[in-house]
């Protein structure tokens, strides 16, 4: 859930997703043309808004639509003063010792094995 979450604040702050936001906007401003022409239709509704759109005593809500006006998508910079410095002291860093712990019981290991498997094979002269 919280994948979901993050992918959908990040997609619609960078992309245009958020138009989507705008859809309770959309079917207002159809409610009201509506009540204005009970005879209207949403492709009517559509094509006057998106097919051809002009500046009519109702363009501020206009604008308000989805997808009419485009807006550049969200950019973020990071960048790192020049003056910033890290600064490292001496005793904050401790050596540790390690310990070797055998992974095998070295006793049943063939000696001379273990230094030339490594090494390709010889010809033997017989």
Same mark, same amino acid.
């Given at each position: 859930? !919280?994948?979901? #979450? #993050? /992918? *959908? /604040? +990040?997609?619609?702050?960078?992309? $245009?997703? +958020?138009? /989507?936001? %705008?859809?309770?906007?959309?079917? $207002? =401003? +159809?409610? $009201?043309?509506?009540a204005l022409n009970s005879e209207m239709s949403l492709i009517a509704f559509l094509k006057t808004h998106y097919d051809h759109p002009v500046k009519d005593g109702d363009y501020g809500k206009d604008t308000k639509l989805p997808? !009419?006006? =485009? *807006? *550049?998508?969200?950019?973020?910079?990071?960048?790192?003063?020049? &003056?910033?410095?890290?600064?490292? %002291?001496?005793?904050?860093? &401790? #050596? *540790?010792?390690? =310990? %070797?712990?055998?992974?095998c019981n070295e006793n049943f290991c063939y000696k001379g094995f273990t230094s030339t498997v490594w090494e390709p094979p010889r010809h033997s002269q017989g």
């Open positions: 859930m !919280i994948s979901i #979450l #993050l /992918l *959908s /604040l +990040y997609l619609v702050s960078t992309t $245009e997703l +958020y138009q /989507l936001l %705008k859809i309770p906007d959309l079917i $207002e =401003h +159809y409610c $009201e043309h509506k997808f !009419i006006i =485009h *807006s *550049s998508p969200l950019a973020l910079v990071f960048t790192i003063n020049p &003056r910033f410095s890290f600064e490292i %002291k001496d005793d904050s860093f &401790r #050596l *540790s010792t390690s =310990h %070797k712990i055998p992974s």
